[in-house]
């Protein structure tokens, strides 16, 4: 099981994730969330900064998406841009089957919190049918 995951500031962890990607959508989203503070009610999650990898090549974090893909059942997943960190994926990087996606943390939640824990990752090319 790879989630959820905690990670202390400048510690990593490669996930392991099977893509077979279809179609000619050339750029695709990764988007990775991460669990509330414990102390946590309401209101935006503390700042938290994350750099990623894609089979050992950096990803450009790029602007939040709520939903890369239509859904017709609108999933039960929180879609709080705070929660959020997101990164272009060009597709030539994904490689057919396996492909790591590593995660380091680079910034804690402000107020001392030393890490965050992962608890969503996914990848998506938005407009492909």
Same mark, same amino acid.
């Given at each position: 099981?790879?989630?959820?995951?905690?990670?202390?500031?400048?510690?990593?962890?490669?996930?392991?994730?099977?893509m077979y990607p279809r179609?000619?959508?050339?750029?695709?989203?990764?988007?990775?969330?991460?669990?509330?503070?414990?102390?946590?009610?309401?209101?935006?999650?503390?700042?938290?900064?994350?750099?990623?990898?894609?089979?050992?090549?950096? /990803? $450009?974090? =790029?602007? !939040?998406?709520?939903?890369? #893909?239509?859904? *017709?059942?609108?999933?039960?997943?929180?879609?709080?841009?705070?929660?959020?960190?997101?990164?272009?994926?060009?597709?030539?990087?994904? /490689? $057919?089957? =396996?492909? !790591?996606?590593?995660?380091? #943390?680079?910034? *804690?939640?402000?107020?001392?919190a030393s890490k965050v824990?992962?608890?969503?990752?996914?990848?998506?090319?938005?407009?492909?049918?």
């Open positions: 099981m790879q989630m959820p995951h905690t990670l202390r500031v400048g510690e990593s962890f490669t996930f392991k994730l099977s179609g000619k959508q050339p750029e695709g989203i990764l988007r990775v969330r991460v669990e509330p503070p414990e102390d946590y009610t309401t209101g935006p999650v503390p700042a938290w900064a994350a750099a990623v990898e894609l089979n050992e090549m950096p /990803l $450009e974090p =790029t602007c !939040f998406v709520a939903a890369p #893909l239509h859904d *017709p059942y609108e999933a039960n997943l929180v879609v709080d841009p705070t929660r959020f960190s997101c990164f272009k994926v060009d597709r030539g990087a994904v /490689l $057919e089957g =396996t492909n !790591f996606i590593r995660v380091k #943390l680079l910034q *804690p939640a402000p107020g001392g824990v992962l608890d969503y990752l996914d990848v998506a090319w938005p407009g492909q049918s």
